[in-house]
């Protein structure tokens, strides 16, 4: 078989076909080269990489980090005799470094990996499945002893009167923008537009977030949402909950969206609006039906435990499955989704102490359960919520916002899950995922060395606030 690259496949014995060229495919490729089978990714719509590299994780943190830049300058924690200040000079040379940034790891996490393996051959275009061992990729067909559906999803934009007649941004097209909105309305109030509409309001812009559930992050418990929400409008931004958006114009320079908030008629307006209601899954005009893969009502590909599709040595991987929907889940399944296709490894995925993440500031991490869903799983908890007030390392930064909350079985004394809202709050996370993973006891996890003053030393004082009144001990005192 000749690729698109010119590259040769080799005569391996076992070959794999995987449509989609993301995280989950190139896990699922260089997983399927190391056990000595040879990968064909096909690819279309984004460029090679998919979504984290072009128009997720990567672009969003890096303009996210440089909004950040900006917003200590101009208004710093609050050290007495200093003074900073800071300004935007040029929004397009922001978005040109990021650019940059861009196609620098796009060549160095994907080209280059993949390079001159000859176990891996990538083909630019559509692929279509003709059979349950064949896929049509321009005209082309291409057989596999195993078919990999790793086409991810893309953003979900509803049905909203005269949308589709204005210029709306979504993430494909918000960081790339040449000049920085003045005005943005952000429709949708979960991660993606959590984050898109902090980064844009510190870079300058005027945000308006418009959620249609009465809390932003629905999912969470109240104190976490109430929380960051009370942050991000201490910043400025304007969120409104309780959201019935009824129609959409364009009227000269403005975008005009008319509501309902909590019933009454409500009109917002901005220069430009930015769509984050969720995200679409990729499974249409693939041919499923050729082959009997079924998928959800919501369109995701419906998958086994092991991965499989309805159809035998059909899996999928990655965010089409529609659940946990992370660059290094989309990883694991790819790679797992090759094992279990070739190895008869037969393994279950499992996402277990499954670590997450909100790049607000502060940030909103989590692990395992909250108090709700391990009481939904019949598991009695105790919670121990720590105020950054508490941890030495906070006060000395001059920035208290925020909390640790841990949740532990209160039969066995092992950590289910914990909620952290806390400026780069994510660094805190493993430590309690290993403790989950391996069932280290609340009491295990107190009798650890933890520095002073970090804030890793938070989890040790919120694990101690499960048994102590942390305001009455004296400096590292356990
Ligand atoms: C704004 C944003 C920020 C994010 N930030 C983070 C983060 O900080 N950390 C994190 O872990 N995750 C983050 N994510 C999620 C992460 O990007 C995804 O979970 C991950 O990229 C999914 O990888 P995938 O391989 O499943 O799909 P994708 O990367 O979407 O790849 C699928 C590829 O298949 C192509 N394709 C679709 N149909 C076909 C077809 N018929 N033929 C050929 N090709 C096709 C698509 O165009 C695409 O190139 C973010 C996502 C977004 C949108």
């Not at 899996?315 to 290094?328: C, H, I, R, S, T």
Request: charged letters at 20%; proline letters at 4%; a neutral charge.
């Amino acid at each position: 078989m000749k690729s698109a690259s010119g590259k040769r496949a080799s005569n391996s014995a076992r070959s794999l076909v995987i449509i989609g060229g993301g995280s989950a495919a190139f896990s699922a490729a260089l997983k399927a080269a190391e056990i000595g089978a040879h990968a064909t990714i096909i690819n279309d719509g984004l460029p090679m990489g998919g979504t984290c590299v072009n128009v997720g994780c990567v672009p969003s943190k890096a303009l996210i980090r440089a909004a950040e830049v900006l917003h200590r300058a101009q208004r710093p924690p609050p050290f007495a005799g200093i003074a900073t200040s800071g300004r935007l000079l040029d929004f397009k040379a922001v978005i040109e470094q990021n650019r940059a940034l861009v196609k620098e790891l796009r060549q160095a996490k994907y080209a280059d990996v993949i390079g001159d393996n000859p176990n891996i051959t990538f083909i630019k275009g559509r692929g279509r499945f003709v059979d349950a061992k064949t896929v049509e990729v321009d005209g082309m067909k291409i057989r596999g002893d195993a078919l990999l559906i790793a086409t991810g999803a893309r953003p979900r934009v509803p049905t909203i009167a005269g949308l589709d007649k204005v210029n709306y941004l979504t993430n494909e097209t918000a960081f790339e923008l040449d000049a920085l909105p003045e005005s943005l309305l952000v429709i949708g109030g979960r991660y993606i537009a959590l984050e898109c509409a902090q980064m844009f309001a510190r870079m300058g812009s005027k945000v308006t977030v418009l959620q249609r559930s009465e809390r932003v992050l629905p999912d969470e418990t109240p104190d976490l949402t109430e929380a960051i929400t009370g942050y991000l409008r201490e910043e400025g931004l304007e969120i409104v909950t309780g959201v019935k958006l009824l129609h959409v114009t364009q009227e000269a320079e403005q975008v005009v969206v008319e509501t309902r908030v909590s019933g009454a008629p409500q009109t917002f307006r901005a220069q430009r609006i930015l769509v984050a209601t969720g995200r679409a899954y990729n499974t249409e005009n693939l041919g499923l039906e050729n082959v009997g893969v079924q998928t959800n009502p919501d369109g995701s590909a419906k998958v086994s435990e092991t991965l499989e599709t309805s159809a035998a040595g059909i899996y999928a991987a990655g965010d089409v499955l529609g659940e946990n929907m992370f660059v290094y889940t989309a990883a694991y399944e790819g790679a797992l989704a090759v094992e279990n296709a070739f190895n008869g490894a037969n393994r279950k995925r499992d996402y277990a102490a499954l670590p997450w993440v909100i790049f607000t500031d502060p940030q909103v991490a989590g692990v395992g359960l909250d108090e709700k869903q391990a009481a939904m799983q019949g598991i009695e908890t105790d919670v121990a919520m720590l105020p950054l007030s508490h941890v030495p390392r906070s006060l000395a930064a001059r920035d208290t916002r925020g909390f640790i909350k841990l949740i532990r079985n209160r039969a066995t004394d092992q950590l289910v899950g914990a909620r952290i809202l806390a400026a780069e709050g994510s660094e805190l996370l493993m430590e309690i995922a290993l403790a989950i993973k391996f069932g280290i006891t609340v009491r295990e996890l107190t009798s650890c060395f933890h520095p002073y003053l970090t804030l890793g030393e938070g989890i040790k004082l919120a694990a101690l606030a499960f048994s102590k009144d942390i305001g009455k001990l004296s400096c590292c005192a356990a």
